[in-house]
């Protein structure tokens, strides 16, 4: 046994020890065994949460693998744990499609992670299984009402946008044809299959303030149009009571804890490229209630999760966060100055140098919501002191805090620097969170200021099918919205061959999909896809079970 496997083994407290250091009385947890529990909803106090420190952990563009913002997160609470600053470290739930993909698990690593890990990397609490149940409860739903011949609100089946849903990455259901066999069998329509990540309800549950909060959301999910050109809403099904009876559990955040047992809240689990990529507004103002420092994460770079968590998660529960905390691995900036993906361990400062521009946009990026950020150089065993000295010295003539971070290798004690960086941007109270945009400007005006601003497009085009995607948004009345752009994660712009800093780019935005009981738009560009597939060797292939029970593989 590892000295790893040692640590985590004796450091696993009962939940009950974790709920009352996190201030909640054990017979107010709802058991999941010995080390999981959900919490209730009652215990959350926004007054208390205003006075809490909001500190968000974004990062560069990443190479393929990611560059460990989860694991940064964990380390960053740890660390600040250390500093005698009780925190909270609040993370999305793993998904299955990157955990049995190319990705992994999302708990983290080494000293850095969050225990079960084996549990919360699969079925964890259910959550998921509860809001792929509600999704498809409804696509059942509206199938029904269109075969019946005395329930119909004769919904025009061409019309419709709902899809159904699964927790895996499964390229073979994105298009697929339902209702045949016969005139029992339902009415023949062309329909598909998103990642349970990406689903509306996903995103409804990650932006619900509580249970009415949440049925009304559903309510509002637009299905499509009746043959006389109605528009139907998910209430006008009768759906929302049952979706949200699906929910009533999935709603509550879970409390789990570090491997230096601290807690840690995890709860709701959307992607960032192709949804808003943060937690639930729940867990947030959870962990903000209970803390002096709440430690969050957004999903891939800063153009994507901190994009959206700024625009729509802050703007819509009135989250003011602190400080931004931009992870960046060398390996990273290697890959985004054209060093080949095998070499990326090997030493190459000139490599590095000419990727710097990726992060330096980053940063520009940071300050236009004029939030501080500081500077986390997520260390690997690989990465020379040349190569540490350049991002420090680049860092250096920005005026902007850096700190090496060895929170895989160190757990707490290898980020008390980047601990004390954070604490002294909040201490400093120079933090003035401004929007990008306000929700009352026109939906392309939206897109168009991400695009130029955040990504640094040139313009943006619009295909036929988006344009009468934005004509269908006027009429439902929707404009106000705000806008959750799904894009490549590996690129700044819509083409994942372009990394570094590219220039000169249009961004082209090919269909704008409308969720409206989340509250907001998904403008769709390139060829980015809501069903991810799995790679030639995917993570499941090392994936076992011992004969004594144990699960191996994961990470």
């Not at 985590?8 to 017979?27: N, V």
């Not at 590996?490 to 090919?510: A, E, H, Q």
Request: aromatic share 6%; proline share 5%; net charge negative.
């Amino acid at each position: 046994m590892t000295d790893l496997q040692i640590a985590k083994k004796t450091t696993l407290q009962h939940i009950s020890e974790i709920a009352e250091k996190f201030g909640i009385a054990p017979d107010q947890l709802e058991m999941y065994g010995k080390y999981k529990a959900k919490l209730p909803l009652q215990a959350i106090n926004k007054q208390k949460a205003n006075e809490s420190h909001l500190i968000l952990v974004s990062a560069i563009s990443p190479t393929p693998a990611g560059e460990g913002k989860t694991t940064m997160s964990i380390g960053l609470s740890e660390g600040l744990n250390r500093l005698n600053k009780k925190t909270t470290v609040v993370l999305r739930e793993p998904s299955l499609g990157p955990v049995f993909g190319i990705k992994g698990g999302a708990t983290g690593g080494g000293y850095s992670q969050v225990l079960p890990m084996e549990d919360i990397n699969l079925h964890f609490t259910g959550d998921f299984a509860a809001i792929e149940k509600a999704h498809n409860l409804l696509a059942a739903i509206i199938d029904n009402n269109i075969q019946s011949k005395t329930n119909s609100l004769r919904l025009d089946p061409r019309t419709i946008t709902w899809k159904r849903v699964v927790d895996l990455n499964d390229r073979a259901l994105r298009h697929v044809i339902v209702g045949l066999g016969g005139t029992t069998s339902g009415v023949p329509r062309e329909t598909g299959f998103d990642i349970t990540a990406a689903s509306e309800i996903m995103a409804i549950l990650c932006l619900a303030e509580n249970l009415s909060d949440l049925k009304k959301r559903l309510g509002n999910i637009f299905i499509g149009y009746t043959f006389d050109k109605n528009p139907i809403y998910a209430k006008d099904l009768k759906a929302e009571g049952a979706m949200t009876a699906l929910l009533k559990d999935a709603i509550k955040p879970n409390l789990v804890q570090t491997i230096e047992g601290n807690p840690a809240i995890i709860h709701g689990g959307p992607f960032a490229n192709i949804a808003q990529g943060t937690n639930t507004v729940i867990a947030t103002l959870m962990g903000m209630t209970h803390s002096e420092y709440t430690v969050t994460e957004a999903g891939f770079g800063f153009d994507l999760g901190a994009e959206k968590f700024f625009d729509i998660k802050c703007q819509s529960a009135g989250l003011k966060p602190k400080a931004v905390v931009l992870t960046t691995t060398i390996r990273a900036l290697k890959y985004h100055g054209e060093a080949d993906l095998k070499s990326l361990t090997e030493p190459n400062v000139e490599a590095l140098k000419k990727g710097i521009p990726n992060l330096e946009k980053h940063l520009e990026n940071i300050s236009k919501f004029k939030v501080p950020p500081v500077i986390a150089i997520n260390k690997f065993v690989t990465d020379t002191e040349e190569e540490i000295e350049t991002i420090k010295s680049f860092a250096a003539s920005k005026g902007i805090k850096v700190a090496l971070a060895e929170v895989w290798e160190k757990g707490g004690e290898g980020a008390l620097e980047l601990a004390q960086n954070v604490i002294d941007i909040v201490e400093s109270d120079t933090s003035d969170f401004t929007p990008l945009y306000s929700w009352e400007s026109s939906v392309m005006d939206k897109i168009e200021t991400i695009a130029t601003e955040i990504y640094g497009a040139e313009h943006v085009d619009y295909t036929s099918k988006a344009k009468a995607h934005l004509r269908k948004i006027a009429n439902l009345g929707l404009e106000h919205l705000p806008v959750c752009i799904a894009k490549t994660q590996k690129s700044l712009s819509d083409n994942p061959k372009l990394l570094g800093r590219p220039k000169d780019f249009i961004i082209t935005v090919r269909e704008i999909e409308i969720a409206a009981g989340a509250g907001f738009l998904i403008p769709i560009t390139g060829d980015i896809m809501r069903m991810p597939g799995l790679p030639a060797h995917p993570s499941s292939e090392g994936i076992d079970v011992t004969d004594d029970g144990e699960i191996t593989g994961l990470f």
